[in-house]
């Protein structure tokens, strides 16, 4: 199989502060990996397309110096949420590609982060 | 740009009942379609995919989905729902290979009435 996870699963921080998420892919390597957010009762949008080695395109609407990513080895990518903010609490998915194929995305479990 | 637009956002389903659930894209290269379902608190899981082989897909559970170039449409079916299908069900699209970014509908949630 092809086994994403996700860390932590759940984080509730303090409003100003930053809240790292970590995307790993357990069995495969990975060289392109994908950020979704999901607010409650909505839709997955994705926020950004992460490779490996070099800078995250992000979608338009996305704050770039908010949600910062990092994809540092062919198995894992961190999204920081940088001074979260109430509005910043959501559902956080990431999804892997296996490195050089064009295979369907595997999705981790998710990250529920809750800024009060 | 590629766009998907699900049918009705909540749909309620007595068990043993035909499930159906309506999907329509728009892509301007030939799309890869997907359907995921989603339990409370979880991720995504892949019910079956289309990647322009058979137009009807079989996938996991039961479920089975058809493609129409003509109608644009992935629709969604299962002949009898149980009660293990109550949750979120999400089409989404992807242009160019079946990896590339994934464009979500807005999700319909299916309730199973015993």
């Known amino acids: 199989g092809a086994v994403v996870s996700q860390h932590p699963s759940w984080v509730i921080c303090k409003s100003g502060t930053s809240v790292k998420i970590e995307c790993r892919s357990l069995d495969f390597q990975a060289t392109t990996m994908f950020w979704y957010r999901q607010f409650p009762k909505q839709s997955l949008m994705l926020m950004a397309t992460s490779n490996e080695g070099s800078k995250a395109t992000y979608e338009q609407g996305v704050e770039k110096d908010k949600f910062l990513i990092n994809h540092a080895s062919l198995t894992l990518s961190t999204l920081t949420v940088t001074s979260a903010h109430p509005e910043d609490s959501s559902f956080y998915i990431c999804s892997a590609r296996r490195a050089r194929t064009q295979e369907t995305q595997y999705f981790g479990p998710g990250t529920r982060l809750l800024v009060l | 740009a590629q766009s998907v637009t699900q049918l009705g956002s909540h749909v309620s389903v007595s068990e043993g009942a035909l499930v159906l659930l309506r999907c329509n894209y728009s892509s301007s290269v030939p799309p890869y379609l997907f359907w995921y379902v989603q339990y ?35 629709h969604l079916t299962k002949p009898s729902a149980h009660m293990s299908d109550a949750a979120e069900y999400f089409c989404a699209v992807s242009a160019g290979a079946a990896g590339n970014k994934l464009t979500f509908g807005g999700g319909t949630r299916v309730l199973v009435k015993p």
């Open chain 2, 40 to 74: 409370p608190n979880q991720g995504l899981q892949l019910l079956l995919k289309y990647t322009s082989a058979a137009t009807l897909v079989k996938g996991i559970n039961g479920f089975e989905a058809e493609f129409k170039k003509s109608e644009t449409s992935f």
